[in-house]
């Protein structure tokens, strides 16, 4: 809902001060650089006219402001476009963000306006000063205080003392002003041009931990309705978007760190995380440009919809060209880039027990024992040449420091410059280090022998009780199929395939290397066979072995495949070992005073969630046990604000999780619609309903998104030709990585959704059969719930599952409610997504 602004009233008062501050800054902007002032044919009597409007709109009563703004935006978008190939000092389309009144030296001073953008640009004589959200150290005072407080700064060398006496965010687009945020109330300019006061808070309050307690009811009244009818301001780009001038405090801290170090970001559903992330990523970039070129920064995500998701914020941040890529594609193309030579197919699902130990923390240290042991045996051949050989040796001991490769190269190098070797040691020195330089290049013989080696993984696994010889087995027998070719179709004269009496291909005895009749499960398609194929986990073991036998991603024309800042997003999903891969491929800062190789000296960023898990083969624990299993020393900061979802959803999604696997400190929301859980005794019944209120959904509220979310694909596909004869417009189902984020209601299923969000939910099928009593089960429930930023439904057509809590159960809408426990005062926050 909203209410128009009375005149005369605080919000009118507000109003008028940003709609006169905005019209003065967009006439200087049209005006163009100091030196671009000289009136231009054609644009003198324009800029005539846009000084004498700065003038009166400075001097106008609220009530003539508006005519008078409107007439400058179209005056200065004129101006633009006739000024040709100028540069203008600032976005006319969007100058700033924010804005803040600052008042230092007392009462008596005189306040002045700063506006916070993406771009700076001061010119004081005109009252127009914009400070570049990313460097500019006034930008501090904006996200670190509220309207009101008192601050103190030191800029300039010099302290700086003073009050905040209004702190603003304001949304300007194609060179209007559409939206105020304020203390006092959100005020936002509808389809009419009028300007009204959205009701209720659109910022979380803050009703946690030592202030509050919070439970779940049953709410009564009426429910069925979905929407909140958020009108024509609804967001109709689903997408990610920049959210500069929504950072609250903790936020901007985590996003202004040391360059140099590892950040980890514990943010529950909707915290900010990912938001975080990427403007950590600008504000790194514009700290300094020279070492975090946009080429050589990454940002890791887990699917492709959420890498397309997010596209678009960097580059409106003024980023353009970091990578935004999942896991699986860089590790694809980086071993390919590494091994050119090595396999292209995958197999497509190989046995759980052989994912979890390859992604096992274990591996880690048993590749780190490949590299050492190989060392020895290679000093163990210098050695074997004899006493003559001693200043090689030495000289093996010296580079010591170095990766294997690059050791055997060095030695070399100098073996071959040596006049007091005598020549026959010589050339046996020479010709020992070559043949060690070959087989210590050769990773994927590494690989094939490690895990075909039943001893020396029993070795390895010895200390982990999760792994039995069972385990091992059958991760040995499945690896030997892979080192195994496959196999190659007997054909006849014409080049025909021979097939033998059951419709099988028959094998050439002749083809391969002769194994060729291993290829899986007997009867199996010989395509679905594992036989030359690689794992997805394959990946980083392969990149892991070239990093710890060359020192670094090293191309096989000896360039080096490097970042100088690597960003993981939903890094709880991630493996010690695909962890360990990234955070060794970003480059030390130059001139660190920190030790060679100490991780502190790398810039990385690491956020996630434990509570949002969907891979359990992963052996993820926690933050403290995978950095220690990485080797990477770092403080888990975290985020507990919610500003994707409600209350009402938050307290839901902590009820699902339990009390083992929610989060020690719930997150704090904004209050909002009940959930509501709808029951129902099939499939057609729930549909017949769905397809009436997602009809009316699209009708009311044409830019809205709604996900409805099953837990299997084929549930999903029921929905959808159900909602599809109900004729719901704008009807998509989505699979995998298929989101379009555009307004209209998506199918799909949970596994599909994590990292996005929606502004409607409905949960279908949470029947005990889809969503048992499992931490899998809280996990992705826990996920698909917390995707709703306004409203959530959940559907069943069988008993409910055990997750949903009983208050939602017994009355079919749940709230929340709020006990004093002991009075506190809490700041509110702004609107951020994740």
Known sequence: MRNEVPAGSDGAKIIAEEERLFGQVSARIALGEEEELAPQIGAADLDKDLLSLRDQIAEAKPEDLPPLVEQMTRLAALRGRLGGSRTLPADINSP????????????????????????????????????????????????????????????????????????????IAQAKLRRIGTPQGTFIKDARGNWVQAVGTLAPVLHGGQGKAARPVAVGGKGGKLGV?????????KALPEIAALIDKEQFELISQPESGIVVIQGGAGSGKTTVALHRIAYLNFADGRRFKPQHMLFVVPTSSLSRYVAGVLPSLGV???????????????????????????????PEVVSRLKKHPAVLRMLQAVAARQARECEAALRAVGDAAQPALDEWARLAGRALVPRIMGTLAWVKRAAELPTPTRLALEGTLRRWKTRASDVVTDWAELFTDPVALAEGFETCKDVSVRDLERLVAWCKKQITPAAVPAVDEEGAVVEAADGMPVDDPAGGDGAGGDVGPEGGDPDDAPNGKLDD????????????????????????????????????DRSALEV????????????????????????????????????????????????????????????????RSTAEVMLLAREILGPELAPDEPLTARHGEPVELHEFGDIGEAVAFLGDALRNLVAREPTASCAVIARHAEQADAYYDGLRRAEVPALRRVRKDEFSFAPGVDVTEAVNVKGLEFDYVVMVDVNASSYPDAAWARHLMHIGVTRAAHQLWMVSTSEPSALVPAALRDGGRMGVAVEDVAPAAAPAAPLVDE
């Not at 600052?102 to 914009?130: H, T």
């Not at 990578?323 to 995958?346: C, D, G």
């Not at 996630?608 to 900061?637: C, K, M, S, Y």
Request: without cysteine; glycine residues 8%.
């Open 580 to 643: 360990k891969v990234l955070v060794e491929a970003v480059r030390p800062a130059e001139g660190s005073n920190l030790p060679e190789g100490d991780p502190r000296a790398r810039s990385v960023t690491i956020a996630g969630d434990t509570a949002q898990r969907i891979v359990f083969d992963n052996n993820f624990t926690g933050w403290e046990d995978l950095l220690e299993q990485t080797g990477q020393p770092a403080v888990v900061r975290p985020l507990k604000l919610s500003y």
């Open 96 to 171: 700033y963000f924010a804005h803040m009144r600052l008042r230092e030296g007392g009462p008596a001073s005189k306040p002045r306006d700063v506006m916070i953008g993406k771009r700076g640009f001061i010119d004081r004589s005109s009252n127009v000063q914009i400070v570049d959200w990313r460097n500019a150290p006034v930008s501090r005072i904006y996200y670190r205080y509220e309207e009101g407080d008192d601050y103190e700064e030191e800029i300039a060398g010099r302290r700086v003392e003073g009050v905040v006496e209004a702190r603003r965010n304001v949304s």
């Open 537 to 572: 986990e394959d990946d980083p073991i392969l990149i892991r072995l070239v990093q710890l036998k060359k020192g670094g991603l090293v191309l096989p024309d000896g360039d080096e495949l490097s970042y100088t800042h690597v960003a993981i997003d939903e890094a709880q």
């Open 229 to 237: 009818h958020h009108g024509p301001n609804m967001r109709a780009d």
């Open 320 to 350: 353009s060209g970091v990578p935004v890529v999942t896991y699986t594609s860089w590790a694809r193309s980086t071993r390919l880039r590494l091994l050119p030579e090595t396999p292209v197919k995958y197999n497509d699902d190989p």
